[in-house]
């Protein structure tokens, strides 16, 4: 990585100041933890119980379930969709395109932002977990978060492969965000794909479709799913890269460009 | 006699089956204002972005400052500022913020912001949102992102489109500075001949993908004779080609 990368790629976080970008991950990051919150809050009959023995351990598992099987990927979604449309609402394009820029430091200083929103997504995820169960806890002492230690090892488990199982689909939504000036496009494939995998999730072929991943590798520590893990991150690992790969091919040996 | 800066030769491009461009050949002395001159859709846009290595070269010969631009790309891009059609702003930043982002591009020092917001006279809306803009300033905003790394050569796509009257001055007295003062080589295309006439030292007629004439203002004039002015030339020498 050179220095010529590193001041692009900052350029192109210069970019996402003053859009709706931060403001995207922060409310999809804590859309769920405060979900889960209320809920918390408005049934302890039913989860003063559950919540007793492990209680960040489950909240946890709340929260991350739906995050991992339709907000990251729609997250994800959005997230490329918005980091492509500000080059083409600025007709940006041609102009990044007359830069002294290899066409490699174009295509990967933007998708390393878009990494980087991604895991600020992850974390803060995390962090409004943490904040949700203290909130609860704090409003209603049956819930005792606070006497139990913070499970960091389950969290950074849990959220750290789930991130590795979206990475297809931030690969694959990536190379349609630069390649579709209309913004409906990338979105509507996205949603559709993601919709077309929830509902064929009892498919036997499902195994080869990056939209899964993320809630596949969600439950790949259940004992009905063992030994699913290391085949799910292996084909996510493989998603990425040939989608990665084929976006910049598609992007180097384009005939015009902007 | 300047040296050529640029050097077009049998240049054709296709889009599908439609002919943009037939064997045009062209050369931009260094040190002129080189007018590029055509109705819409001449072919002046695609030859500006053939020349920027925007769109891949089909046939014929682009060369930048003697070099191949499609083989020495990022060299002769260090080289050249451009605005091609609409101004690239990011109209939720700052200008001087636009200019940052370019500034970190080109690697150029930081002092340069001031300097080419005080050449295109927008110093003290450096801290101005984009999108409030007038189109006039925006154009200027545009060519100092051209002008950032100090280039020899500004190639503008039509920088006068869509301003009104006082704008269009201040782009025509902009373009006279840099090149009186500043030493630039500009090649500025348009469709609309009392600009050009203005400013232009050398100038190219194109029209359906020909050049219809390449040479000096005085050249053209002497074409002149018989005419009211040079419009009427120019519509002579356009209609002649249909």
Not at chain 1, 156 to 167: A, E, K, P
Not at chain 2, 11 to 32: E, R
Not at chain 2, 44 to 55: A, C, D, F, M, S
Request: proline share 5%; hydrophobic share 50%; aromatic share 10%.
């Amino acid at each position: 990585m050179n220095l010529t990368f590193l001041y692009n790629t900052k350029a192109e976080l210069l970019k996402t100041r003053r859009t709706s970008i931060a403001w995207l991950t922060v409310l999809a990051a804590a859309f769920m933890p405060a979900i889960n919150c209320v809920i918390l809050l408005n049934r302890p009959d039913i989860f003063g119980s559950k919540l007793t023995v492990v209680p960040w351990t489950v909240f946890l598992h709340m929260c991350w379930k739906n995050t991992a099987a339709i907000l990251l990927p729609l997250y994800v979604i959005l997230l490329n969709n918005a980091i492509a449309q500000i080059e083409f609402r600025n007709h940006g394009w041609k102009q990044v395109y007359a830069l002294p820029r290899r066409y490699a430091d174009i295509f990967f200083s933007k998708f390393l932002v878009v990494v980087v929103f991604l895991f600020l997504f992850m974390i803060l995820s995390n962090v409004f977990v943490l904040a949700s169960g203290y909130i609860a806890g704090w409003l209603n002492p049956v819930y005792l978060f606070s006497t139990h230690a913070v499970p960091v090892g389950n969290i950074l488990w849990l959220s750290g492969r789930i991130g590795l199982g979206v990475l297809g689909v931030l690969a694959i939504q990536y190379w349609l965000s630069i390649r579709f000036s209309n913004y409906i496009i990338p979105l509507a494939t996205g949603i559709g794909l993601l919709v077309a995998g929830l509902v064929l999730m009892d498919w036997d072929k499902i195994i080869y479709f990056p939209y899964v991943y993320s809630i596949f590798l969600f439950f790949s520590d259940a004992p009905d799913r063992a030994g699913t893990l290391m085949p799910l991150v292996t084909y996510a690992v493989i998603a990425f890269m040939i989608f990665l790969a084929i976006g910049f091919a598609e992007v180097y040996h384009r005939r015009e460009k902007g | 006699m300047y040296a050529p800066i640029v050097s077009i030769q049998q240049l054709s491009h296709h889009f599908g089956a439609q002919t943009v461009l037939d064997n045009i050949s062209l050369t931009v002395p260094a040190g002129c204002i080189y007018g590029l001159l055509g109705p819409n859709g001449a072919g002046k846009t695609t030859t500006l972005r053939l020349l920027l290595g925007l769109i891949r070269r089909q046939s014929g010969h682009v060369h930048l400052f003697g070099q191949d631009i499609s083989h020495n790309r990022l060299p002769l891009l260090r080289q050249t500022g451009s605005l091609i059609e609409h101004p690239s702003l990011y109209l939720h930043l700052t200008a001087r913020e636009n200019l940052e982002i370019y500034r970190l591009a080109y690697q150029c020092e930081k002092k340069r912001i001031g300097e080419v917001l005080d050449t295109v006279q927008l110093v003290d809306a450096g801290k101005k949102k984009v999108k409030r803009f007038s189109l006039g300033m925006r154009q200027r905003l545009a060519i100092a992102i051209a002008l950032l790394p100090d280039p020899p050569l500004l190639i503008l796509d039509e920088p006068s489109n869509g301003l009104d009257p006082i704008g269009m001055l201040e782009m025509r007295n902009l373009l006279l500075k840099l090149h009186a003062h500043h030493a630039k080589t500009v090649i500025v295309s348009s469709h609309l001949l009392p600009e050009v006439e203005k400013i232009a030292t050398r100038l190219a007629i194109i029209h359906q993908g020909k050049v219809l004439f390449e040479g000096s203002l005085p050249e053209l004039h002497e074409l002149n004779q018989g005419h009211a002015d040079l419009e009427s030339l120019f519509m002579d020498i356009i209609v002649k080609h249909i």
